[in-house]
């Protein structure tokens, strides 16, 4: 038996036949010269006002090829008066390299049937040897062919603008996101900015507090002075005075404590500068 690759069956309808100039043919050629596709046969068949048929057949089928499958569409569609031991060999080989590929025999059958009294039709059996390998492959994967076949140019376009349309939303969502996430950047930027804000008048507000307690701890303890000048207070009951302003919490326990700081150690200078005079008048005294 053959060992064929993929089998392919290509049809084509013609609603006239004074067209034909010999294109067809030359074009075929140029792909089995280059190898792409195995012409296994081509029929072509034309059926006249009367319904009869006429056909015209071609393969690059070898001597010993030809005789184990005979010729392969014109036993598959029923054109030669019926079923003969070749037309059953080259069945048998088709369901050999098809492995459920490709049209039934019902298929191809009906496919002679839609050839119109006038009309024509040009059926072409190819083998994809470019295919045999990787079809082998995909047997012994354990897989199998669901559907094949040519798109239409209105197809292609379909899917094109189905493809635009698709990149387009795709775009659309992206550009969503996009101003999302800087709606949300912005967001934040402005919770900094009003947190930073919110910091500094808190620390403004620090400050003038801290200021207002010490102009008014400076008030009060100018007023105490000024009582003590007038001697409207004894000195000695100054220290009495700051401590019910301190109770009263019109001075600052702070600002008094740096104040009684400041002060010892401005006596300690001046304790400082009393014991070196008294050292230096004793220098001074003759022996």
């Known amino acids: 038996m053959m060992d064929i690759g993929p089998i392919q069956l290509i049809a084509f309808a013609f609603e006239r036949t004074d067209r034909f100039k010999g294109e067809i043919i030359k074009e075929l050629n140029d792909l089995r010269k280059r190898?792409?596709?195995?012409?296994?046969?081509?029929l072509f068949v034309m059926k006249d006002e009367q319904g009869n048929v006429m056909s015209f057949q071609d393969s690059q089928l070898s001597a010993e090829e030809e005789r184990e499958m005979?010729?392969?569409?014109?036993a598959l569609l029923g054109l030669d008066g019926g079923a003969t031991a070749e037309g059953q060999a080259a069945s048998e080989a088709l369901a050999m390299a098809e492995a459920e590929y490709g049209l039934t025999?019902?298929?191809i059958q009906a496919l002679a049937d839609q050839i119109e009294p006038g009309q024509a039709a040009a059926m072409l059996l190819v083998e994809h040897g470019w295919a045999t390998g990787f079809r082998?492959?995909?047997?012994?994967?354990?897989?199998?062919?669901?559907a094949q076949g040519f798109l239409t140019p209105q197809v292609i376009m379909m899917v094109g603008r189905e493809i635009q349309a698709v990149a387009e939303a795709e775009a659309a969502i992206e550009m969503a996101h996009a101003v999302k996430g800087a709606a949300i950047l912005d967001?934040?930027?402005?919770?900094?900015?009003?947190?930073?804000?919110?910091?500094?008048?808190?620390?403004?507000?620090?400050?003038?507090v801290v200021a207002a307690e010490l102009v008014k701890t400076a008030a009060v303890?100018?007023?105490v002075r000024t009582l003590i000048v007038a001697?409207?207070?004894?000195?000695?009951?100054?220290?009495e005075a700051v401590a019910t302003l301190l109770a009263a919490g019109l001075l600052e326990a702070a600002a008094v404590e740096h104040a009684e700081g400041v002060i010892a150690q401005a006596e300690a200078v001046a304790a400082a500068a009393g014991t070196k005079d008294d050292d230096s008048?004793?220098?001074?005294?003759?022996a």
Do not use: F, Q, Y
């Open 105 to 107: 025999m019902g298929d």
């Open 136 to 146: 082998d492959a995909l047997l012994d994967a354990g897989g199998r062919m669901v």
């Open 70 to 74: 005979g010729n392969v569409l014109t």
């Open 35 to 42: 190898g792409v596709i195995r012409v296994l046969d081509l």
């Open 187 to 208: 967001a934040l930027a402005t919770m900094v900015e009003a947190e930073a804000v919110k910091e500094a008048a808190i620390e403004e507000a620090v400050e003038t």
């Open 231 to 239: 001697g409207m207070i004894e000195e000695a009951a100054a220290e």
């Open 221 to 223: 303890a100018d007023a």
């Open 281 to 286: 008048t004793s220098m001074g005294e003759p």
